[in-house]
């Protein structure tokens, strides 16, 4: 078990510094004369007095609590947090990138735009889409600018459309999207089969359906067969097709939104393509269009001179939505999208894709005898179990989440999506070794074997965290954000 660490505060000793500087040799400001009175402190800050090197240990035992894919497997299904390669952190770093800023001339940074603009055309190959805007900082992001897209295309035809349908195994964010944008949000549900109910479909399309939002694979790691049929339903109503590629690690190189009827898609670079994510950003989650929807596109666009082949800020959109970001998106990420989508090419991207795709089926297989199976059958690059089958031991799927922890290994995502009972969804990723497979997968078992034969053990982990079982209401309820101390 590992100690317990006292909190910088409790470290402080008076006098103690990290520093030494020499004697201030030039006179004095006063801060008065800068900072109005009423800013200005009346006594110093109640900050800790260390020494240097207990602040880098401090802080540096601080940074190995964190659980990161760099240390660990993560198999955290719908977030794909896979290895992301290094090459693509260093192109990111390159100083003629680093350095630049968004307002210097466009003559100054014309491989910057012309970079941003292939990018653009890579993503909409990719997707089998028209146009690309590269401005959304996030999926959600992406999500409420796809709708917001939408939703000028139907004013712009004169049509008032309010509802937007979405299924019930959708990732949580895209009602919340539909909400934001100004739209109703009606729920579509499964079949037995984990497909979109096409019977519920078609009673709920009308002329007041503005667009149906889908994620294919679908949030259980299922590729939707109807989508031919679902895309016809919808359009045959007048309503769009949003595609919610957030997920994009099984289709790659191997089938395009744009070819199975979608109008608007929107990727997560932060997931796919090779940026690390986590705690909140930065990410991007650019939008790709069909023709019918380009002139509404956030402005500016990255646009190419006919006559001199110079790239520029196209301004010129009297029908666009206007800019949903500051300047054009987060920038440092496209370059990493760029660079990875370049360092692999076609062949190599439909790759990751197989090899996410097998890594998969692979766990499945062998995880699957050892829980209850909602979904049979083949899955693309993830797959839901369920651990209702624990219940008999008093274990429930949080628990074997918690006990994961001791053998170091984050937990894959539970309790979603919320139509399974006792959800585990697990996404291995393309980028772990057979071994690293093996090794969840034979803890994952052992772990059911305890269950049954020692529950208690399974009910009290973890034991080797610095934090053990928290009561999460009281976390939640009376949450403890400041120290004593202060
Ligand atoms: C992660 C995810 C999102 C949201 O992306 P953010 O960048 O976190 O806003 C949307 N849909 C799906 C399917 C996702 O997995």
């Given at each position: 078990m590992k100690p317990e660490k006292a909190l910088i505060f409790e470290l402080s000793k008076p006098g103690r510094t990290a520093y030494s500087l020499p004697e201030c040799d030039v006179p004095e400001a006063d801060p008065a004369e800068a900072i109005p009175g009423s800013l200005l402190r009346t006594a110093p800050a109640a900050l800790p007095e260390l020494s240097e090197v207990d602040v880098v240990r401090h802080y540096t035992e601080l940074s190995r609590r964190n659980f990161g894919v760099d240390n660990g497997f993560y198999p955290l299904g719908s977030c794909t947090m896979k290895y992301n390669p290094k090459l693509n952190e260093d192109a990111a770093r390159l100083p003629g990138f680093a350095?630049?800023?968004?307002?210097?001339?466009e003559a100054s940074v014309q491989g910057a735009l012309e970079l941003l603009y292939t990018l653009q055309q890579d993503l909409a190959a990719l997707t089998g889409m028209d146009a690309v805007t590269l401005q959304p900082a996030a999926g959600a992001h992406g999500e409420w600018t796809g709708l917001m897209l939408i939703r000028a295309y139907h004013e712009s035809r004169g049509e008032r459309r309010t509802k937007v349908l979405v299924p019930?195994?959708?990732?949580?964010t895209n009602p919340a999207s539909a909400t934001a944008a100004g739209f109703e949000t009606l729920t579509i549900p499964s079949d037995a089969g984990g497909m979109v109910d096409l019977a519920a479909l078609q009673a709920a399309v009308g002329p007041d359906t503005a667009a149906l939002m889908l994620t294919n694979p679908s949030t259980l790691g299922l590729f939707e067969r109807n989508i031919a049929e679902i895309a016809g339903i919808v359009h045959e109503a007048g309503g769009l097709l949003y595609y919610d590629g957030a997920n994009s690690n099984a289709i790659m190189g191997i089938t395009r939104p744009g070819d199975m009827g979608f109008d608007v898609v929107h990727l997560n670079l932060h997931k796919t393509m090779s940026t690390p994510h986590g705690g909140g950003g930065p990410g991007a989650g650019p939008v790709g269009v069909k023709e019918k929807l380009i002139?509404?596109?956030?402005?500016p666009v990255v646009g190419r001179r006919e006559e001199d082949g110079a790239y520029f800020w196209d301004w010129h959109r009297p029908d666009s939505i206007g800019r949903?970001?500051?300047?054009?998106?987060?920038f440092g990420i496209l370059v990493r999208a760029y660079a990875y989508i370049r360092s692999y090419g076609p062949e190599g991207l439909k790759r990751v894709s197989e090899c996410a795709v097998l890594n998969a089926n692979y766990m499945r297989k062998r995880l699957e005898p050892y829980f209850y199976v909602p979904y049979p059958g083949v899955c693309k690059h993830e797959f839901v179990l369920s651990g209702k089958n624990l219940k008999q031991y008093g274990v429930r799927t949080l628990d074997v989440a918690k006990r994961l922890l001791d053998f170091g290994y984050h937990p894959p995502t539970i309790?979603?999506?919320?139509?399974?009972?006792e959800c585990i969804m697990i996404e291995p990723t393309e980028t772990e070794s057979k071994e690293a497979l093996d090794g969840f997968i034979d803890t994952m078992i052992q772990i059911v074997e305890e269950a049954a034969r020692d529950p208690e053990l399974v009910k009290n982990a973890p034991y080797e965290t610095v934090v053990k079982r928290l009561d999460e209401t009281a976390a939640a309820r009376k949450p403890v954000l400041n120290c004593s101390c202060g």
């Open positions: 350095r630049i800023h968004p307002y210097q001339p019930d195994s959708s990732h949580g002139p509404f596109l956030p402005k949903v970001k500051s300047y054009y998106g987060n309790y979603f999506p919320l139509n399974v009972e």
